[in-house]
Nanobody, 124 residues
Framework: QVQLVESGGGLVQAGGSLRLSCAASGPIFSSYAMGWFRQAPGKEREFVAAINWSGRNTYYADSVKGRFTISRDGAKNTVLLQMNSLKPEDTAIYYC?????????????????WGQGTQVTVSS
C-alpha cells in the first residue's frame, strides 16, 4: 500500500515563501513520476508541478513557472515543492501524488495515489 504525507503548509503574506514536503512509503520504486496538485475553494483540482523518477525531468503549470521548484531527495522517497513569490491566488490545499503507470503527468487522472493535502493560505 502506497502512502503519501504532505507537510509544510501554512499562512504567509503575499510575496513570501513556503516549502512543501511529501514523504512517500510503500511500493513506489517503479513509479513513473510524482507530482503536486492544488485545489482552491470552489474549484477543481489543478496541476502544479511534477518530476520523473530520476529527477532529471520536471514539469510546471504556466501559473507557477519561475516561482515554484520541484525536486526529489537522493532516496527518491521525498518530493519537495519550493514556493517563492507567493500570491493570493496560490491559496489552496496542495496534494502530493504518485504515478505508478506511464500516464500523463499533468493530469490528476493519471495518478494512482494521493496524500491528505496541506493547506497553503496567502494573505494580501
Amino acid at each position: 500500500q502506497v502512502q503519501l504525507v504532505e507537510s509544510g503548509g501554512g499562512l504567509v503574506q503575499a510575496g513570501g515563501s513556503l516549502r512543501l514536503s511529501c514523504a512517500a512509503s510503500g511500493p513506489i520504486f517503479s513509479s513513473y513520476a510524482m507530482g503536486w496538485f492544488r485545489q482552491a475553494p470552489g474549484k477543481e483540482r489543478e496541476f502544479v508541478a511534477a518530476i520523473n523518477w530520476s529527477g532529471r525531468n520536471t514539469y510546471y503549470a504556466d501559473s507557477v513557472k519561475g516561482r515554484f521548484t520541484i525536486s526529489r531527495d537522493g532516496a527518491k522517497n521525498t518530493v519537495l515543492l519550493q514556493m517563492n513569490s507567493l500570491k493570493p491566488e496560490d491559496t489552496a490545499i496542495y496534494y502530493c501524488a504518485v504515478d505508478l503507470t506511464l500516464a500523463v503527468v499533468t493530469e490528476a487522472a493519471g495518478y494512482d495515489y494521493w496524500g491528505q493535502g496541506t493547506q497553503v493560505t496567502v494573505s494580501s
